[in-house]
């Protein structure tokens, strides 16, 4: 005891500065992040108008939550877009799979590189185009596709069946977003064909990780394609798949502004499509009960750490020992499930409660000692018998061939079907951003002419100003974000410092917390530092955000570092400031790039927090600016989708030049899975 | 040279970010160094939702031309920045900025939240007008209007400015709009060989569903009314609300013309009214006959979505109103400044008293209330309130409003400014039956009843099912609505009283011939402002609180709205005989 506590005053009295460089990152969670966590939960207890009116109600507001039908179906519709959403991690896993399996590296980086724009394209774009072009059931695509491939056919057939009240019949056009029926099918189906932003790229660096000798061995013992993804492709990605797992299940949880792009701020009608954020927005301010929207803030970051924890406990297989704490509150959690369940309140939230609380940890242990004791069995029969080596399916030359082509077109097939349907939203914003309106009527899918090159030039006007306000916050956040974000990194894995593990335990937990959950004390705080309307505003809360995510990032990468080249500086007599500027920062290229494109775009894209909190039109991040521009009464859809295609171009030619950095970022563990 | 060429190729994708963020940051820095208010400069700005055509101009035009006058009589200039919201984000625009004090400093009224939390907005964060508006506006000065209190000069009496829970004129309207339907004349007579479409109800629907059954070309089929949710709105307005006129006899307590959110839930609560009243069921049944001749899917479409239909000539009728005139008239030309087609414009069809169905409600002509809605308030914020309100004089002045109107293509508000010769057919129609329901009353009940409307118009429940759900939830998040309302009633009420008390204490100071004026209007202002209302509060209180009772011992035996007991129709008598006697004395 008395060794460890000298040991932290040597540490301290030699290492003091190490706590400076983890300061920034401390100050700016601490106000950004914590302070209006810590709000938000002291409000959440109070009748709070936001402003003026602020009087204590003793959990009123939760009580009114538990009551409120609203409320609950709102975690439905989020637990129904989580469940799908892991789904649509499929397309992606196939499609990197797809793609590595090309022979050729001039092919594969084609690929890579044809991916980037669809996939980059601002999410508020791809829905505002979604909203027009697909889902309208006078002009969009969705209906006619349905209709032209029998599938409506077949939807109506499934509805007379099924008695789902006649939403398909064959010769009607659904509303895909009028209907409340409809919207949440909807919103499973908005943004086909799900190949996620980084999804493919993360898989992609896992794959490559895999030498191709592992496959010739895996050739010469007969194993099939399929085997080759479930034997050797799988297990290995299957650590990125649990990190994006987290993801998505913290995303759907948090994410208001797809559904709000799609169906409106009210949850389109009647409010079928209304999840938690959405809701919480609502209430925040449409009816202004910022009390309550707080309320719903502290039980959606609950509820993300309650299914942070579902996810853990599904994809890891490794557990053991037994915690009475845990027990216990395990058995807490299944109670209430069991209860939801039995009295009919909510099965949707009841199952997955039920599912936390079962005890995970000994029905493994038990399945493995199952598993153990019968394969056990298996094998002493199994040894008993002589071996005899399968025999060997032998193919003819045209066999192999016919199965060689065959299996490449599947996958060429494959990724070029993907690649069409990814490309139908880019292809619509650019041929009709050189359509007048008339044209645009007439025509609104192919290319007219003459091509009307002058709504580049107003929309040019509309938008850069716009533009460059992004840019200029999205790149000094990063630049902030990097900054802090290596020298905590650098705090977190250089040395053992009292503290530290406290510390770290802080950062990490808002690695689970969603910012929106945070949103109403966020404002209020912002209005408090005089902050409201100003870019510093998105700069400071945006580089709060970030710098979690970079600490956590780059503290790996850090630690990965050999210690030789530590001990080499310390000998020199190099200061810690030094050995970051001369050892790390360096060697922590690939890192840093991969982390200043993802949060880039993630502030790229950002827009529910302007919106709340920007007021000038000329301040406007760009988003924002589309969205006002997209509720125009008379759309220029010339201009718009010109305007669409410059909010997007930015980002793609970002992507398109650090991908290299970026992939080569990720190969190096940037993104541990 | 050529290591020089290697680096930048080596970096090119850095030097290229690194450039584009220079030209960001250079771009925001000098604007930042632009935008700061000079000394002789005054930055108004001025927020609101009308993105049609022309209104941002108009509001520019009107700004330059306020400035030059301004710069004349002060050396300043004034600049004017507008914030033009979209519907679907202005109520959240206004609400986050009001309570985070960065409101625009005049913001158009009216839009995208409840009554209840716009007079709580006007209550906190918006100036009383009151004072300003009973003064003559001096930009009317050598006009016919010169010298008239500036509230007597809109075409309502400034009764749209007006704020009764508030009791203080709130805000300045612009302009005046009415509702009526568009139509495409020359695709009307090629499927129906008409010019002009009934007007009578009934055959409306039969040419409609005539409409409907005709395909394009290309085999699509036409579309009778180009509708979205918004215009489903329009519709509810214009053709079912007036049914729901007879409700005033049975909630309008305070007998005042119009039944009140509050009035509603007051006699929902007392049972005096269920939604189920066959005045209600009209309403729905005849929305419920006009959707078949929307077009699919019209429940998901938006605003620009429906114009879109009918801008493609898909669609023959769209229901709008003066505010989308010359947006839709454009839509009618194409590049070249050629008609595509001829845009006609008529009043509404409607039921006539002797429907079978609608007779019993249909009992006169729809009223066009003059609609001068979207009045500007100058929020408490505002750093310059005596120009800002200067500026709402010059746009509402006899020859500015005209001018704004002009540009804007609306009618004006103005008593006596020239209407724009393309909106004559607009003149509004001043007698008639109106919309008497008030089915929510505030934040809470308002989204539930919007969720279920949605469903109910969806087609997936009944009115009867719409009515079993809605009504529970009326009467349990109603009573939370209706105690935030009233509690900002008594805020406001405490600022008349200070208003009150400062009137009485000055009657001391006046001359003693100014005495016998000053406390006539205190007493009238003191009835008008404390008495009427706390005695329309306390009935309704009463109301609500004996709901339930029944009508045995306790409950409440006060009579219905426009229902005078024998002895209150002879006190009434009595005083009209004395009134008519004094009178021809």
């Known amino acids: ?308 924890k579902i996810a853990d406990l599904i994809v890891r297989k490794e557990h053991s020992g037994f915690h009475f704490a845990g027990f216990i509150a395990r058995g807490a959690v299944a109670a209430i499930g069991g209860i939801m369940l039995y009295s009919g309140a909510s099965w949707l939230i009841g199952i997955p409660l039920l599912m936390v609380g079962l005890p995970w940890e000994l029905l493994f242990k038990w399945y493995r000692k199952w598993e153990k004791e019968s394969l056990a069995e298996a094998r002493r029969v199994h040894d008993r018998q002589p071996f005899v080596r399968p025999p060997v399916r032998e193919l003819t030359a045209g066999q192999r061939k016919f199965r060689q082509v065959g299996l490449s077109l599947l996958k060429h097939g494959t990724i070029l079907a993907v690649l069409l349907v990814a490309y139908l939203p880019v292809w619509l914003m650019v041929v009709v951003s050189f359509k007048t309106n008339q044209q ?189 521009l997209n509720g125009e009464y008379i759309k220029y859809w010339g201009p718009l989708m010109a305007g669409y295609a410059m909010a997007s171009l930015p980002i793609i030619i970002l992507f398109t030049l650090s991908m290299r950095l970026f992939v080569r970022g990720l190969s190096e563990g940037a993104v541990k899975g | 040279m050529m290591a020089i060429f290697r680096f930048l190729w080596n970096n090119a994708a850095l030097i290229l970010i690194a450039a584009a963020f220079a030209w960001a940051a250079g771009t925001v820095w000098t604007r930042a160094a632009r935008s700061i208010e000079g000394e002789n400069e005054i930055v108004l700005r001025v927020c609101h939702w009308q993105l049609e055509t022309g209104y941002r101009d108009a509001i520019n035009e009107l700004g330059k031309d306020f400035s030059d006058d301004y710069f004349k009589r002060t050396g300043k200039r004034v600049t004017i920045i507008q914030d033009a919201i979209p519907e679907t984000v202005y109520g959240q625009f206004v609400s986050t900025n009001l309570i985070g004090g960065t409101a625009p400093d005049l913001i158009s009224v009216g839009l995208g939240l409840s009554n209840v939390i716009w007079r709580e907005y006007l209550n906190r964060y918006f100036v009383p007008l009151t004072s300003d508006i009973n003064r003559p506006n001096p930009f009317n000065v050598g006009t016919k209007l010169e010298g008239v209190p500036f509230k007597q000069t809109f075409v309502d009496g400034g009764r749209s400015s007006y704020n009764e829970e508030l009791q203080n004129y709130m805000t300045v309207p612009t302009s005046v709009h009415a509702i009526r339907l568009f139509y495409n004349v020359d695709l009307l007579e090629k499927l129906t060989g008409l010019r002009t479409p009934p007007k009578e109800w009934n055959a409306f629907l039969a040419m409609s569903e005539k409409i409907g059954s005709q395909k394009k070309a290309d085999g699509t089929q036409y579309t009778p009314l180009a509708s979205s949710k918004y215009h489903f709105g329009v519709w509810a307005s214009t053709v079912a609300d007036p049914l729901t006129w007879t409700l005033l006899k049975k909630a309008d307590f305070n007998r005042d013309g119009y039944v009140s959110s509050e009035e509603t839930f007051a006699a929902i609560k007392s049972g005096r009214l269920k939604f189920d009243d066959p005045a209600i069921r009209a309403r729905y049944a005849i929305i419920t006959q006009l959707t078949p001749s929307f077009p699919e899917g019209w429940t998901g479409k938006q605003r620009d979505e429906a114009v879109f239909l009918f801008a493609q000539q898909r669609a023959v009728f769209i229901p709008t109103g003066t505010w989308d005139a010359r947006s839709l008239q454009q839509q009618a030309i194409d590049a070249d400044g050629k008609q595509i087609f001829e845009v006609g414009i008529i009043d509404f069809p409607s039921p006539t008293s002797t429907d079978p169905v609608y007779g019993p409600f249909a009992l006169g002509p729809k009223y066009d209330r003059p609609l001068p809605w979207g009045g500007f308030g100058i929020t408490r914020t505002c750093k310059h309130p005596d120009v800002a309100f200067e500026f709402l004089q010059y746009i509402s002045s006899l020859k500015g409003n005209e001018k704004f109107n002009e540009i804007v293509g609306w009618i004006p508000v103005v008593e006596g400014a020239a209407i724009p010769e393309s909106l004559r057919s607009f003149k509004p129609t001043l007698r008639g039956m109106y919309g008497n329901f008030a089915p929510f009353v505030g934040g809470e009940t308002s989204v539930r009843f919007e969720q279920l409307s949605d469903v109910f118009i969806a087609g997936r429940i009944s009115f009867d099912e719409m009515v079993k759900q809605y009504t529970p939830a009326y009467l349990t998040m109603g009573e939370k609505d209706y105690t935030l309302a009233k509690r900002d009633w008594k805020r406001g009420s405490l600022g008349s009283e200070q208003f009150l008390v400062t009137m009485r204490e000055s009657l001391k100071t006046v001359p003693a011939e100014r005495q016998r004026e000053m406390l006539w209007r205190y007493a009238s202002l003191t009835a008008r402002r404390q008495l009427f209302p706390t005695v329309d509060r306390a009935y309704q209180v009463k109301l609500i609180a004996d709901s339930g009772k029944g009508s045995g011992e306790g409950s409440v035996q006060l009579p219905a709205p426009y229902e005078l007991s024998a002895a209150a129709r002879s006190r009434a008598k009595e005083n009209l005989r004395k009134s008519l006697a004094f009178e021809s004395k």
């Open chain 1, 440 to 628: 645009f009527y007439a025509d609104p899918l192919s290319i007219t002419f003459p091509l009307i090159g002058q709504n580049w030039v107003e929309a040019q006007k509309t938008i850069m100003p716009n533009v460059a306000n992004t840019l200029y916050f999205a790149g000094s956040a990063t630049v902030l974000i990097l900054i802090i974000g290596l020298a905590s990194a650098y705090f977190f894995a250089r040395r053992n410092m009292p503290g530290q593990a406290i510390l770290w335990n802080l950062i990490l937990i808002l690695m689970m917390m969603p910012t929106i959950a945070n949103l109403v004390p966020l404002f209020g705080l912002l209005r408090d530092l005089n902050l409201l309307n100003s870019l510093t505003a998105l700069i400071l809360v945006g580089a709060s955000g970030g710098v979690v995510f970079a600490t956590f990032i780059l503290r790996n990468f850090v630690a990965d570092i050999p210690k030789d080249l530590f001990e080499a500086a310390d000998i020199d007599g190099a200061s810690h400031l030094s050995q970051l500027w001369r050892v790390v920062l360096p060697l922590s290229g690939p890192a840093l790039g991969t982390v200043a494109v993802m949060q880039f775009i993630a502030m790229w894209n950002e827009f529910i927090l302007p919106l709340v909190i920007m007021r000038d039109s000329n301040l406007l991040p760009v988003m924002v600016q589309l969205l006002r």
């Open chain 1, 1 to 308: 005891m008395s060794s460890n506590f000298d040991r932290a005053i040597v540490s301290i009295r030699h290492h003091w500065v190490l706590y400076f460089f983890v300061l920034p990152a401390i100050l700016l969670v601490a106000v950004f992040q914590y302070y209006p966590a810590a709000s938000g939960i002291y409000h959440s207890f109070f009748r709070w108008n936001g402003a003026d009116i602020a009087e204590y109600n003793a959990g009123q507001n939760y009580v009114d939550l538990a009551k409120n039908d609203a409320f609950w179906r709102s975690f439905e519709l989020a637990f129904i877009l989580g469940a799908f959403n892991v789904l649509k991690m499929i397309p992606a896993v196939v499609v990197a799979v797809c793609i590595h399996r090309c022979i050729s590296s001039r092919v594969q980086f084609f690929y890579r590189l044809a991916f980037v724009a669809p996939m980059v394209v601002p999410g508020l774009v791809v829905a505002l185009i979604w909203r027009t072009f697909f889902f309208d059931a006078s002009y969009g695509l969705l209906n006619p596709f349905l209709q032209s491939t029998g599938l409506m056919w077949v939807l109506s057939q499934a509805d007379s069946l099924l008695s789902w009240g006649g939403v398909f019949t064959p010769q009607a056009s659904p509303s895909w977003l009028g209907e409340p029926r409809l919207i949440v099918p909807a919103l499973l189906l908005f943004g086909l064909p799900w190949v996620g932003s980084f999804a493919i790229l993360i898989h992609l660096a896992k794959l490559q990780q895999i030498s191709k000798d592992v496959y010739e061995a895996a050739d010469i013992d007969g194993v099939g394609w399929f085997g080759k993804f479930t034997s050797i492709e799988l297990p290995l990605i299957l650590g990125s798949i649990h990190l994006l797992l987290v993801f998505v299940i913290i995303d759907t949880i948090k994410d208001a502004g797809t559904v709000m792009a799609l169906a409106g701020v009210n949850g389109g009608p009647g409010g079928a499509a209304t999840v938690p954020a959405l809701f919480m927005f609502q209430r925040a301010f449409t009816s202004q009960q910022m009390g309550e929207a707080c309320a719903i803030g502290v039980v959606i970051t609950v509820v993300v750490l309650l299914l942070q």
